[in-house]
């Protein structure tokens, strides 16, 4: 069993690994360009050039894999040869500064021939002053230096060869500096360190984003669960009892049909009903700022739809469950014995129906989540679905890639779950 | 041919499944002959209409009428896929998606089956992956990366799709490598793909079909779920996803038909295939 759990959990590591290298493959070779998205479709060459640069998107793609991954602060304190170091903020942004000595932390620009370091002692006081001794004499002639920007990159300055920066300011537009540097590395930590990239659509980190998005799908998705659940093992184990009756009948085909519509016609339709025709609740989710649960009412029609579609996959399940259990002997023999016909069902049969859909319920995680993607999308629900649909349009990969690790997990983490949840409620079953 | 029908037609839920795919094959064929606009016809003057004579049932945005529309529609999902603007070949783009997912799938499980040891290893363990992904996250990364067209509507189709097929493929070529008529073509030497071609793969082809017939289905669905995600066909073709998404945005305005048609349209079209396959399932395990 533990070797089972452990080769599955390796199978689990491989499997993100795997996607992370496609994802990160797919979005290169896609069209599109994510400095045209980010800024606009009049840029310059020259302000693309720089934004790529600032970014490190002019970097080799297994460079920047690496980076993403592994983060980039140790390839970058062994060019400028600090530590580096990153601190939040009071207000909640995250800054890479250099350690020097006695612990004060250090930043650069550059002002003509000029270093002009900003050094933070450790009471948050904040100086500057020239520091043109840090100047290196490289092979060719020229001083060179390597250190941390004011933008949390490490960056390689040239004395005397400062290249034009184009930045843009939301609100002001193009800004044109002297001062820039020759090379770029952005400072991070790497998703294995869990930091998980700045977002390029948003300019703030993923993880700010993400886990909000996150909390309101798993609000939506653990609603639909606690409504689905006991009413399909209910009206399953109701359809089974008697196989061919005309509720079994009934309730077959009717789950069937609402399993198979696509999850965004079921909801077009409870918003015509429920919203435009009758009037009854609201036909969107929009929050703004609020939590889900501050508008109940909104949730109403988002979990209707993730009801109706799962409802039929689940009743489906518990009744051919239920129905092989009906068949069997041990029923006859408690029938025949005269016990009470409830007491059958729900003594001898439900105990043993219900292992089954259990199991099956977790494995449906992986379709549970493409409904929510959709429900998302339909109600303008502001969940993890929409999140990575926006990115991928969008082509902002640290987004993606987060937000696809977490689908990952969650699916492959579920499926491990309901294995091991398996052999619990079922011990005839053994792993090797 | 004649035992097939009487299958079908003792059960009632293959019956009505038959009508509803039947109905929307037969709009699909005649769509041009059976409305009295092109699909990108616009009309100006009568934009976000309800139902009318003039329109039966109704128009959208930009006076563009929803039933020529729809049976356009209908036309990229069943009868021919557009590859460019001017040029299209015959069979729907769901139809292409099932096809292909259905080469790869097969190819892959053959292999895997036929072969054994570490090639089935190494394929099964890289399906197994596949799998674990959720679909949702497949189809968008997919097309979000190569961009939305009918031929990457197919791409994204068949690697979803492949996984499936290959398992069922590799489970059932398991048990036919095993017979005696593959055993004699080894020994006659012939070629590894004739052996898995013409020996392996004619004789697993029953439940290939049935899988296949549900598989369109899917396809449907997929399809339709791309286009309401932006990421269907292009437009101004009549694409039914792209429709609903664009006809949600008026519904507030008033007009409600031009999302609603196309939910329906999509809505019976995959009910009537399932209930299609369903109904003949269940029909056919009688008869046995």
């Known amino acids: 069993m533990a070797k089972f759990i452990i080769r599955r959990f390796f199978l689990l590591l491989l499997t993100m690994f795997l996607v ?48 993403w991954l592994l983060g980039s602060d140790r390839a970058a304190e062994r060019k400028c040869g600090f530590k580096l170091e990153r601190i939040e903020t009071e207000a909640g942004f995250q800054e890479w500064w250099a350690k020097g000595e006695n612990s004060t932390l250090m930043r ?10 900003q050094t933070k002692t ?68 790497g998703f294995l360190r869990g930091d998980f990239g700045v977002s390029l659509r948003t300019g703030r980190p993923v993880e700010k984003s993400l886990f909000i998005r996150l909390r309101n799908s798993v609000v939506l998705a653990g609603i639909a669960f606690v409504v689905v659940m006991p009413l399909a093992l209910l009206l399953g184990m109701a ?61 109403i029609l988002p979990v209707l739809t993730l009801t109706l579609i799962e409802l039929g996959y689940v009743l489906r399940i518990t009744r051919a469950s239920m129905a092989e259990v009906m068949r069997s002997a041990y029923i006859r023999t408690a029938f025949l014995k005269g016990l009470p016909f409830w007491q059958v069902i729900f003594r001898h049969a439900a105990k043993n129906a219900l292992i089954a859909p259990i199991t099956v319920i977790m494995l449906h995680v992986n379709w549970l989540m493409g409904g929510i993607v959709i429900v998302e999308v339909v109600f303008g629900y502001p969940g993890l679905g929409q999140y990575l649909l926006d990115s991928a349009l969008y082509k902002d990969v640290n987004a993606i890639e987060a937000g696809t690790m977490i689908m990952v997990l969650l699916a492959v983490g579920t499926q491990l779950f309901a294995d091991v949840l398996y052999t619990l409620l079922n011990p005839r079953i053994r792993y090797s | 041919m004649k035992n097939t029908l009487t299958i079908l037609f003792s059960s009632k839920t293959a019956t009505i499944g038959l009508i509803l795919v039947l109905f929307w094959v037969f709009v699909a064929l005649l769509a041009p002959y059976i409305t009295s606009y092109g699909p990108t016809q616009q009309d100006w003057k009568a934009s976000n209409q309800g139902p009318s004579i003039a329109h039966p049932l109704g128009t959208d945005e930009l006076g563009r009428d929803l039933w020529s529309r729809l049976a356009h529609g209908a036309r990229i999902v069943l009868i021919i896929m557009p590859i460019s603007e001017k040029f299209w070949i015959p069979g729907g783009t ?52 190569l961009g939305a067209s009918a031929v990457n509507v197919v791409i994204a189709i068949a690697i979803v799709g492949t996984p499936g097929v290959a398992r069922l493929v590799r489970s059932l070529t398991l048990d036919i490598k095993t017979r005696d008529y593959v055993r004699a073509a080894e020994t006659r030497g012939e070629t590894l793909l004739y052996i898995l071609f013409m020996e392996i793969l004619p004789n697993a082809k029953g439940p290939i079909i049935i899988d296949a017939m549900l598989r369109v289905g899917y396809a449907i669905f997929a399809m339709g779920t791309l286009g309401f995600l932006g990421l269907g066909m292009p437009p101004p073709s009549p694409d039914w996803g792209s429709m609903v998404a664009k006809g949600r945005e008026f519904i507030l305005m008033g007009n409600p038909w031009a999302s609603l048609w196309p939910s329906l349209a999509i809505a019976s079209l995959v009910v009537g295939l399932n209930l299609l396959a369903d109904g003949l399932r269940e029909e056919s395990m009688r008869y046995q």
């Open chain 2, 94 to 145: 769901a139809i292409w998606g099932v096809i292909a997912a259905l080469f790869c799938g097969a190819s892959l499980g053959l292999i895997s089956g036929y072969k054994g040891g570490w090639a089935d290893e190494i394929i099964m363990r890289f399906l197994d992956a596949m799998m674990s992904i959720p679909v949702i996250l497949l189809y968008l990364i997919i097309v979000a990366a």
């Open chain 1, 108 to 117: 650069w620009s550059l002002e003509g021939d000029d270093l002009i370091v």
């Open chain 1, 20 to 67: 992370s290298i496609a994802v990160f493959m797919i979005v290169e070779s896609s069209p599109g360009n994510i400095a045209k998205n980010v800024l606009g479709a009049f840029i310059t060459p020259e302000q693309e050039a720089s934004f790529l640069a600032q970014q490190g998107l002019d970097k080799p793609l297994l460079q920047r894999y690496w980076f």
């Open chain 1, 239 to 299: 359809a089974g009892i008697r196989e061919g009756s005309l509720q079994d009948r009934f309730l077959s085909i009717a789950g069937m049909v609402f399993s198979v519509i696509p999850e965004f016609a079921t909801g077009i339709f409870l918003i015509l009903i429920m919203s435009h025709w009758l009037e009854l609740v609201p036909g969107a989710s929009v929050f703004g700022e609020k939590a889900p649960w501050q508008r109940p009412d909104m949730l």
């Open chain 1, 122 to 189: 450790p009471d948050n006081t904040i100086e500057t002053a020239k520091d043109n001794e840090r100047w290196k004499k490289a092979e060719d002639g020229s001083y060179i230096f390597w250190g941390v920007d004011r933008n949390n990159h490490a960056v390689l300055w040239v004395k005397g060869a400062s290249n034009e920066v184009w930045n843009f300011v939301v609100g002001t537009g193009w800004i044109k500096s002297s001062g820039g540097p020759q090379s770029y590395i952005p400072l991070k930590k």
